[in-house]
């Protein structure tokens, strides 16, 4: 909320910061257009009490954006590892799969009406390479050199992709926009 305010200072728009549950929040029904949230279904528990939140306070029409991590990547299994061992930094943790996101948010009468998946960038095997080579006093850039004409192949391949469904198993996020009936 702090930084919030010091971005208002500097800022023409202004937002409003709001604090509160997100398993009861501080709004009537119906009050917003879009609800969006990034990173936030993965550490409860019992998430749909969250999705139902977000459908009471969506206006009829409105959409919300889930993005969370995706079930199928190699990611998975190494953070599971680490949340096992107690070194994973985000503490407990879990992840759904495009089809299961889906569903809990028809659950909430939030139709999906399109979806996505991103990728690591830089990919899961530099940011292991780099790791690996910091422990013994090499440093690598936190981002890789990009050979210009390769990095705007790959990014015009990986925007492609992106929204076809069955490369959705392959991203560390998939996101759904569902919108509420009405």
């Known amino acids: 909320l702090k930084i919030i305010a010091e971005l208002n200072e500097k800022s023409a728009s ?8 997100a398993f009861a929040l501080p709004f009537k029904s119906e009050t917003f257009d ?3 949230h990034q990173g936030l ?6 998430e749909e009490g969250i999705l139902a939140e977000n459908a009471r306070v969506l206006k009829s029409g409105g959409y919300a954006i889930v993005d969370v991590p ?4 190699i990611y998975t299994v190494i953070k599971h590892i680490l949340i096992a061992f107690d070194k994973w930094f985000a503490g407990w943790e879990k992840e759904f799969s495009l089809g299961q996101l889906e569903k809990k948010l028809r659950k909430y009468g939030l139709e999906p009406v399109d979806f996505y998946a991103e990728w690591m960038y830089p990919c899961l095997g530099y940011r292991m390479m780099r790791e690996a080579l910091w422990k013994v006093g090499i440093r690598l850039p936190l981002i890789p050199f990009k050979i210009p004409v390769l990095h705007r192949v790959r990014r015009s391949i990986r925007s492609w992709l992106k929204y076809r469904r069955i490369c959705t198993y392959t991203g560390i996020s998939v996101g759904v926009i569902g919108k509420k009936a009405g």
């Open 70 to 73: 995706q079930r199928w990547h």
């Open 14 to 21: 202004k937002t409003t910061p709001v604090g509160g549950n």
């Open 41 to 46: 279904l993965e550490h409860f528990r019992e």
């Open 34 to 36: 879009l609800v969006f």
